[in-house]
């Protein structure tokens, strides 16, 4: 898998794009201003740019060391600075209680690896913090404009509900949308969205 997206990545053109995901651009604010961000599966770091553009502490894990780099350099471009992290989020230590944010955007793991890690996101999340996904769903199949081609590594409102079962979810819906990021996501796709908060206690 490794090898995979390195050989994506390896490319000069970045695979998904330079500007952030919609769905996370919309939703951002719901984020506490000026807090530390976790980007999963951030690649060549187009979503944590972008937030850290907007004042955010941000750390961008992915498993990709190649895809990183360009993270870092895209950073530099835009005067930024982030943190990047080569790791494999089946195994990956999120904290307790660690992050004002995590972001999941097209983060497509085995059902079984991503209901742990969204065990561990929402364990991960201070009190108020804030969960921001969006991925395909097993619908995003009949489009064929982007994603995994099994359905095990795609999801639903249902699941994601039962997985983050911790957060207040403010935002939890099934939508086709036109996702153009990039020469890998372009075209009509279905897409689930979530935006929940860990409650303050």
């Known amino acids: 898998m490794r090898t995979k997206w390195d ?14 995901n919609d769905f996370l651009r919309d939703e951002t604010g719901r984020i506490p201003s000026g807090g530390d961000v976790l980007c999963l599966a951030d690649g060549e770091g187009r979503n944590g740019v972008y937030l850290a553009e907007q004042g955010y502490t941000v750390c961008s894990v992915d498993l990709s060391e190649v895809g990183l780099e360009k993270a870092n350099r895209l950073a530099v471009q835009r005067g930024v600075s982030i943190e990047t992290v080569v790791a494999d989020l ?29 065990e561990r996101v929402v364990a991960g999340l201070k009190p108020g913090g804030v969960f921001i996904l969006e991925a395909y769903t097993p619908d995003q199949l009949a489009h064929e404009t982007g994603g995994p081609s099994s359905e095990d590594l795609l999801m639903t409102a249902a699941a994601l509900g039962r997985e983050l079962s911790g957060l207040d ?17 372009t075209g009509r796709a279905a897409v689930v969205q979530i935006a929940g908060c860990r409650p303050v206690v």
């Open 7 to 20: 050989e994506r990545y390896g490319d000069a053109e970045y695979a998904f794009g330079t500007e952030p």
């Open 90 to 118: 089946a195994e990956y230590a999120v904290g307790e209680a660690r992050w004002d944010g995590i972001v999941s955007i097209f983060c497509h793991l085995p059902s079984a690896v991503r209901a742990s890690l969204h």
């Open 169 to 185: 979810l403010a935002v939890k819906r099934e939508v086709e949308r036109d996702v153009i990021e990039g020469s890998f996501h």
